[in-house]
């Protein structure tokens, strides 16, 4: 069965300190696609990125950096040099490749404080 | 790219009132559709989903009900609302070509039963 355990549930940081959120999955699917979503204050869920999982490059946009581990089930969100517009509730999510109904799995979420 | 609406943005309604919750998606052809309900706090639930006009599967017992008329119109529905039915609920799509499964999210309707 597939599965997403995000550990840490609430997270405060001073702003501009760096704050890692962590994720990990199991799955029995050799392809599989693996998710991080954003949900600010205003409640919508805003898609950040997705790895693929015969794709192990870690991978750098802006602040934000993700770094895929297949040997440990993981795949973990960095934000660098923290704003107050970075607080919100961070979802990690997996989904099974080639399957009709493009299921996702959620973790159960980080909230996220960055304390000005 | 896709856009989704959905609408009330929110709603307050009495126990035992029906209830019509609205999605409708654009930028996109033959999306997967999903419906899912965040309570205050929590993680979200998975209550329905469809992969084309009128396919329903439900995920969730529970007293509520989903239809998809039109390829981009997803309506949730209720005869009679819960207490147990507040929360914010949110509709998403697959791009139409379902390349790589990432959902997109609406902005979520806000559910409040007195």
């Known amino acids: 069965a597939q599965k997403v355990t995000q550990a840490q549930t609430e997270i405060s940081v001073v702003e501009k300190e760096d704050v890692t959120l962590d994720c990990v999955y199991e799955?029995?699917?050799?392809?599989?696609?693996l998710f991080w979503y954003k949900q600010p204050p205003s409640g919508e869920l805003v898609f950040l990125i997705r790895?693929?999982?015969?794709?192990?490059q870690n991978e750098i946009s802006g602040r934000y950096s993700w770094n895929f581990q297949k040997s440990t089930s993981s795949f973990n969100f960095t934000i660098t040099a923290s704003q107050v517009v970075d607080s919100a509730v961070y979802f990690c999510?997996?989904?099974?490749?080639?399957?009709?109904?493009?299921?996702?799995?959620f973790g159960k979420g980080t909230r996220l404080h960055i304390l000005p | 790219s896709q856009t989704i609406h959905q609408w009330p943005a929110t709603l307050v309604q009495p126990v035992g009132s029906p209830l019509s919750l609205e999605c409708t998606v654009e930028?996109?052809?033959?999306?997967?559709l999903y419906w899912y309900r965040q309570a205050a706090g929590r993680g979200l639930q998975l209550l329905f989903y469809s992969v084309g006009i009128g396919q329903i599967s439900s995920e969730v017992p529970q007293n509520l009900s989903a239809s998809r008329p039109q390829d981009r119109q997803f309506i949730l529905s209720s005869k009679k609302l819960l207490l147990s039915d507040s929360g914010f609920y949110l509709c998403a799509c697959t791009s139409g070509t379902r390349i790589y499964n990432e959902q997109f999210f609406g902005p979520g309707t806000r559910l409040t039963v007195l």
């Open positions: 999510a997996l989904s099974e490749a080639g399957i009709r109904d493009d299921k996702i799995i």
């Open positions: 790895r693929n999982s015969f794709d192990e």
């Open positions: 799955t029995r699917d050799t392809t599989y696609y």
């Open positions: 930028g996109t052809s033959n999306p997967n």
